[in-house]
């Protein structure tokens, strides 16, 4: 399968498409072929690593200390494949999904495996893949602005 990955921080031309080995669902996992998925602000930064200096150390543990972990994006909507095992039930093969994957990402690839219950949702009929694929990230955040009072920092994203 196809899958965009980068191997050292910096500027989009660090981006490289590649084929790779298409990931197989354990036992809890569905398998989601990627219809679309977001490159947002965080993935730019992340890509680059453009952060504050008081998150240099944080970020480089959580990105990676000398060269990224494959990281993309952490939204994506696509329609189910496969299953991992019989007993999954919350979703049929052939349902449209949308998802994050949060920490864990892995947008920028033709598969991905997400755990059943994972954050992963019934696409809605009247909703495009990049409209499903959009709303995921966008909706995390507004839920982070509606429920607590903002800090300055995050106040800048809402």
């Keep these: 399968m196809k899958a965009v990955v980068y191997e050292r921080y910096g500027p989009p031309e660090v ?4 084929e ?13 072929r990627v219809h679309a998925t ?3 602000k965080g993935d730019v930064r992340m890509r680059s690593f453009t952060v504050p200096r008081a998150q ?3 970020a480089r ?3 990676g200390i000398r060269k990224p972990a494959p990281l993309d994006s952490r939204y994506g909507t696509g329609r189910r494949s496969r299953v991992g095992h019989p007993n999954i039930t919350r979703f049929q093969v052939g349902d449209l999904v949308f998802a994050s994957t ?8 033709e598969y991905k495996c997400m755990p059943e219950d994972g954050l992963i949702a019934i696409k809605p009929d009247h909703v495009s893949y990049g409209e499903a694929a959009a709303v995921v990230g966008g909706g995390m955040t507004a839920l982070l602005c509606m429920k607590r009072k903002p800090t300055f920092s995050q ?4």
């Design 61 to 63: 543990l959580y990105l």
């Design 56 to 58: 240099w150390l944080p």
């Design 20 to 32: 790779i080995a298409k990931p197989a669902p354990k036992d809890n996992e569905v398998l989601i």
């Design 38 to 40: 977001t490159a947002t």
């Design 15 to 18: 981006l490289r498409l590649v």
């Design 102 to 109: 949060f920490g864990n990402f892995g947008g920028y690839a």
């Design 155 to 158: 106040a800048r994203r809402c």
